[in-house]
């Protein structure tokens, strides 16, 4: 028989004490895991440099991107870098390139010496660049193992053991350490703003990013088939509905990327990215709407049918950002690109 290991909470000691409330929860049927930063780390930076063009095979955006993520494996770049591509709801091509950063200062020095010139607007296709900076304490994360950890998890000094607060309805909010004792709620409207040839968002309070991700490279068999042909359509199937009709729920932009090699090439990783109005908005469609329902069904039905022998890797990143930690800046890009969808009518 093996050993059960003891749950912890998924924040860490210095940052909130346990939540009681959580503490006392049953055992969730599944164990998930959070990265454990640097206890001296107390704000990240997540920074999105893209390019488009009005092509879905996007080779000139690629060759772009290429040459920014050139950029950002310089001295002061980000700690861990990726690309992605994806055609979005215009059909226009686009490919990423996103890089998290440890420290704000040293995003700052590096941005001013080789990110600024990115949406200076001579280049031919549209540029952009989106910007957050959370507090550790507005920050929460949770992956389906701990090992290979995505995202902002790639800079973890170490991954958790299995954590109490998930498996429920609620357990994100309690992952993150200032939602426990406040609502951050969003106020305000964005606005746009016409600087040196290119638009800027200037955002609202409470902005919430997630970035949610699977890796189905190590999958086989059974499992692969039943990944792509039960869950990937329903995780499909909502993401577009984000796309194209989000802002009704407070969803202003959604991406669902498909993850790139070292040239370019598509590898078997995808993640969706959200800006959405806050993080209650984003509770209320994960809790309740069609398109989530389903989804978290197909996953659930996955994991379930496969177990501990489950290849199948998922996570996911929540931010939730102040108005002075944003920056949105798009030259030549199609009025529908990322926040530019928020000051549209």
Not at 46 to 71: H, I, K, N, P, T
Not at 101 to 121: I, K, M, N, R, V
């Amino acid at each position: 028989m093996s050993e059960v290991v003891q749950l912890e909470s998924a924040v860490a000691p210095h940052l909130c004490p346990v939540n009681s409330s959580a503490a006392t929860r049953e055992r969730p049927e599944f164990d998930s895991y959070t990265g454990r930063l640097d206890t001296d780390v107390r704000q990240v930076v997540m920074a999105y440099f893209g390019a488009q063009e009005q092509s879905a095979e996007a080779g000139a955006a690629l060759d772009d991107v290429l040459r920014m993520r050139a950029l950002m494996r310089r001295p002061g770049g980000p700690g861990h870098l990726e690309l992605s591509r994806y055609v979005d709801e215009a059909g226009f091509g686009t490919v990423l390139v996103v890089g998290y950063w440890l420290s704000p200062e040293a995003f700052d020095t590096w941005y001013a010496a080789h990110g600024a010139g990115w949406t200076s607007g001579e280049a031919a296709i549209g540029h952009f660049v989106e910007v957050v900076r959370p507090t550790v304490r507005r920050l929460e994360t949770i992956y389906s193992s701990n090992r290979d950890l995505q995202g902002i998890g790639t800079l973890a000094e170490r991954p958790s053991g299995p954590i109490i607060e998930h498996g429920y309805w609620g357990g994100m909010r309690e992952r993150m350490p200032d939602a426990r004792d406040s609502s951050l709620a969003s106020s305000g409207t964005p606005e746009p703003v016409a600087r040196d040839g290119a638009t800027e968002v200037v955002p609202h309070e409470g902005l919430c990013l997630i970035r949610s991700g699977q890796d189905f490279s190590s999958t086989e068999g059974a499992e692969r088939a039943f990944y792509l042909e039960q869950v990937e359509p329903q995780l499909r199937a909502g993401m577009d509905f984000l796309r194209d009709e989000g802002r009704s729920i407070g969803c202003f932009a959604n991406r669902y990327v498909s993850v790139l090699g070292e040239e370019g090439e598509r590898r078997e990783k995808s993640y969706a990215m959200s800006w959405w109005n806050d993080m209650a908005d984003l509770e209320g469609w994960a809790r309740s709407h069609r398109t989530h329902v389903r989804i978290f069904g197909a996953f659930t039905a996955h994991m379930k049918r496969f177990g501990d022998d489950a290849r199948l890797r998922l996570y996911h990143e929540v931010a939730v950002v102040p108005r002075e930690h944003q920056f949105f800046r798009y030259s030549r890009c199609h009025e529908g690109t990322g926040m530019l969808r928020a000051i549209q009518d």
